[in-house]
């Protein structure tokens, strides 16, 4: 049973970074496209970046792109989100989920999900 286990998460002010780590169990982590995904309270899940599995290939919603940064480091089983400059309407719980497609974009894409870690941003 594969799993991905969010974290990083938590209360930051507006102008400040968080890094997010999301880990995954099992031994095909390194053939999958990653994803990051975020829903806000009382709006749909958004796609926010994605990684191919060598990482050599990264795309990004265009609300966060210059902001966040996608990586992966498959010898740790392990995607990252380095999130910089955060503004008040980046608070949402942040999935990370993986693809056997390559380029996935819509979370319909995906077959596996995290459980979510809380990112909130003050004013």
């Not at 380095?82 to 077959?111: F, W």
Request: hydrophobic share 35%; charged share 15%; proline share 2%.
């Amino acid at each position: 049973q594969v799993l991905l286990v969010e974290s990083g998460g938590g209360l930051v002010q507006a102008g400040g970074s968080l890094r997010l780590s999301c880990a995954a169990s099992g031994r095909t982590f390194s053939s999958w496209t990653m994803g990051w995904f975020r829903q806000a309270p009382g709006k749909e899940r958004e796609f926010v970046a994605r990684i191919n599995w060598s990482g050599g290939n990264t795309y990004y919603a265009d609300s966060v792109k210059g902001r966040f940064t996608i990586s992966r480091d498959n010898a740790k089983n392990t995607v990252y989100l380095q999130m910089n400059s955060l503004k008040p309407e980046d608070t949402a719980v942040y999935y990370c989920a993986a693809s056997i497609y390559g380029r996935a974009l819509s979370s319909s894409t995906y077959h596996k999900w995290g459980q979510g870690t809380q990112v909130s941003v003050s004013s």
